[in-house]
């Protein structure tokens, strides 16, 4: 059982989870979301059982964050050290379980990027193996066979139910159904219906390809519309700020008497902040590429 931020050995957690089992049914039916993102994310275990673990799992880090801080603040002799631990220590819990309710979705991102980024390419390869002769199965296994992401692992998927008897119309079917990506499911059921109906699968092959690279066009316009003033808030938060900022340390430094310690304190804060807000926007930038791309 794999739960992101996770502090306690597995066994410990599975048998301490049987205690949350009517809080993770409830929160399993107030969210049907739920069950579809673990379907898509493969994640084999149960939905109440992942739910109870996590929910046992944050419980037991809040009685250690709890205590943590409170002897923390006690050393210290602040007043109210009790509440303002368990505030502190509630907080951080609740955002964990966020996270972690969150991880499979998080993992149905990756598969879709990894699936779409690597579409068109394989889309073109299976459009040159079509208009060379070559039989539906067996451009199916050459996709599998190379790196194309996750387009490959799904073709592959196919091909394992083929081998196992099932007809390649019926296996093709299952995999757009379970498959997160709007795109592969659309671009395979086009297929499906190509073949069902006779069509010429290399035209509707090629059709696809260039509906998919306009469609990459109109994303990378507007990933570049979206840069724009992203860079005009990086250029004045990054670079604009600190030089005013640092200019203004110079100067008052100048007029007052401050030690060189506490200018030091200031430049290295300062030199923090702008760190935190280069990997927020890199963070950002990243998170905004399209997928196609």
Request: glycine share 4%; with cysteine.
């Amino acid at each position: 059982m794999n739960i992101p931020y996770c502090f306690f050995p597995e066994n410990f957690v599975k048998r301490g989870s049987s205690l949350f089992y009517w809080l993770s049914d409830f929160i399993r039916k107030s969210k049907p979301e739920i069950e579809l993102d673990f379907k898509r994310a493969e994640i084999k275990t149960s939905v109440s059982a992942y739910i109870s673990a996590a929910l046992f799992s944050d419980f037991v880090l809040f009685l250690f964050m709890t205590l943590f801080v409170s002897m923390i603040l006690l050393r210290y002799r602040s007043g109210y050290a009790l509440a303002i631990a368990v505030l502190v220590s509630f907080v951080i819990s609740l955002f964990i379980f966020f996270q972690q309710m969150t991880y499979p979705r998080v993992i149905v991102n990756k598969k879709v990027k990894s699936i779409e980024r690597y579409l068109l390419p394989a889309l073109r390869t299976m459009q040159i193996q079509v208009s060379s002769g070559i039989p539906l199965y067996d451009i199916i296994t050459s996709i599998s066979n190379e790196d194309y992401g996750g387009v490959s692992e799904q073709f592959k998927k196919a091909i394992k139910e083929i081998n196992a008897g099932m007809h390649q119309i019926n296996a093709l079917e299952n995999v757009a159904a379970e498959n997160p990506s709007l795109y592969f499911q659309r671009i395979i059921w086009q297929i499906i219906t190509a073949v069902k109906s006779g069509s010429d699968l290399g035209v509707v092959l090629n059709e696809i390809v260039q509906s998919l690279a306009e469609e990459q066009i109109v994303q990378v316009q507007e990933y570049g519309s979206k840069l724009n003033p992203l860079t005009m808030f990086y250029m004045l938060i990054v670079v604009v700020v600190p030089a005013l900022a640092l200019t203004f340390f110079v100067v008052i430094g100048s007029f007052i008497s401050i030690n060189s310690s506490t200018l030091k304190a200031l430049f290295w804060g300062m030199y923090v902040v702008v760190m935190f807000f280069q990997l927020f926007f890199l963070s950002m930038i990243s998170s905004k590429r399209p997928n196609l791309l």
